[in-house]
């Protein structure tokens, strides 16, 4: 598991371990780790970089060489860029790509070997009620990196269909963890002062929803288990109070928008 010294991913380690599952975690602090759970025979921590692909590789053989085999991968480090796509510069913008799109990238390539050789495992990829809902004005950046995971997430499950393996793409909703904290959340680093709409939505984010959300993280550790059993478990996985309201929103604009425009949309067909 990555990003598993805070928030989503500490819950289900400490719940794994808990329950008696051989749990390999990483972070990019080894210590942030120990601090978590401690010592114990079940619980491999390792420090480990998702933006570079020898340091997974290397983690993923570490793993293997400790408890013999892997089972299920769960992509969940990742952090919220916050800002305005014009005020954004472009360091910003590929930094969150690197850990949010091409980090979880990085531990498919190299674990999916080992998948493979054994027809079976589970893979979760961790993304955002903001992998399907885009529309929110200061989060940009940071949605297109989840849309992004869920994009080859898609192609994913169908491509490991064929070796036993499953493969979910979770999006949570508003859960209450340290994701919108300021050790967490990036603010740009030069703000248009013009976007008073970005401002309002980052203030609303930091300082009313922060504290607020309406979701249990501590719950959703035990729902991961619980997909994970599943003899079908899903692709799709909207979790938490309050996403499915943003869902059937998406559903809705994109059906309007079909309708209101499908005559013009389909006047492209070759008559002959």
Same mark, same amino acid.
């Given at each position: 598991m990555t990003g598993a010294s805070k928030g989503l991913g500490a819950d289900l380690v400490t719940r794994l371990i808990?329950?008696?599952?051989?749990?390999? %975690?990483?972070?990019?602090?080894?210590?942030?780790?120990?601090? =978590?759970?401690?010592? *114990?025979?079940?619980?491999f921590p390792l420090t480990m970089d998702v933006t570079?692909?020898?340091? !997974?590789?290397? !983690?993923? +053989? $570490?793993?293997?060489?400790?408890?013999?085999?892997?089972? !299920?991968? !769960?992509?969940? @480090?990742?952090?919220?860029?916050?800002? @305005?796509?014009?005020?954004l510069s472009d360091e910003e913008v590929k930094k969150n790509f690197d850990v949010n799109v091409f980090g979880p990238l990085n531990v498919i390539r190299n674990v999916a070997p080992y998948l493979r050789a054994q027809?079976?495992? *589970?893979?979760?990829?961790? %993304?955002s009620i903001g992998g399907f809902v885009g529309n929110f004005p200061a989060f940009g950046i940071?949605?297109?990196?989840?849309? %992004?995971?869920?994009?080859?997430? #898609?192609?994913l499950a169908v491509e490991m269909q064929p070796f036993g393996i499953h493969t979910t793409l979770v999006y949570p909703g508003y859960f209450r963890t340290n994701f919108l904290e300021k050790d967490s959340a990036m603010v740009p680093e030069n703000p248009i002062e013009a976007?008073?709409?970005?401002?309002?939505? #980052? @203030? $609303? *984010? =930091?300082?009313e929803i922060n504290g607020n959300q309406p979701n249990d993280s501590k719950k959703a550790a035990a729902v991961f288990i619980?997909?994970?059993? +599943? #003899? *079908?478990?899903?692709?799709h996985f909207f979790m938490g109070v309050g996403a499915s309201e943003f869902v059937k929103a998406k559903i809705n604009v994109i059906e309007e928008a079909l309708a209101a425009n499908l005559e013009l949309a389909e006047s492209? @067909?070759?008559?002959e």
């Amino acid at each position: 598991m990555t990003g598993a010294s805070k928030g989503l991913g500490a819950d289900l380690v400490t719940r794994l371990i808990g329950e008696g599952y051989k749990v390999v %975690a990483t972070s990019r602090k080894r210590q942030a780790l120990i601090d =978590l759970i401690g010592e *114990h025979a079940n619980f491999f921590p390792l420090t480990m970089d998702v933006t570079s692909n020898n340091d !997974v590789k290397n !983690v993923i +053989q $570490q793993a293997i060489d400790k408890f013999g085999r892997i089972d !299920v991968v !769960v992509n969940n @480090a990742g952090y919220s860029q916050i800002g @305005a796509v014009e005020e954004l510069s472009d360091e910003e913008v590929k930094k969150n790509f690197d850990v949010n799109v091409f980090g979880p990238l990085n531990v498919i390539r190299n674990v999916a070997p080992y998948l493979r050789a054994q027809r079976a495992g *589970h893979i979760f990829n961790i %993304a955002s009620i903001g992998g399907f809902v885009g529309n929110f004005p200061a989060f940009g950046i940071y949605c297109s990196t989840k849309f %992004a995971m869920a994009g080859y997430t #898609e192609s994913l499950a169908v491509e490991m269909q064929p070796f036993g393996i499953h493969t979910t793409l979770v999006y949570p909703g508003y859960f209450r963890t340290n994701f919108l904290e300021k050790d967490s959340a990036m603010v740009p680093e030069n703000p248009i002062e013009a976007y008073a709409n970005a401002r309002e939505v #980052e @203030a $609303q *984010h =930091l300082n009313e929803i922060n504290g607020n959300q309406p979701n249990d993280s501590k719950k959703a550790a035990a729902v991961f288990i619980e997909l994970s059993t +599943q #003899e *079908h478990p899903p692709v799709h996985f909207f979790m938490g109070v309050g996403a499915s309201e943003f869902v059937k929103a998406k559903i809705n604009v994109i059906e309007e928008a079909l309708a209101a425009n499908l005559e013009l949309a389909e006047s492209t @067909a070759i008559t002959e």
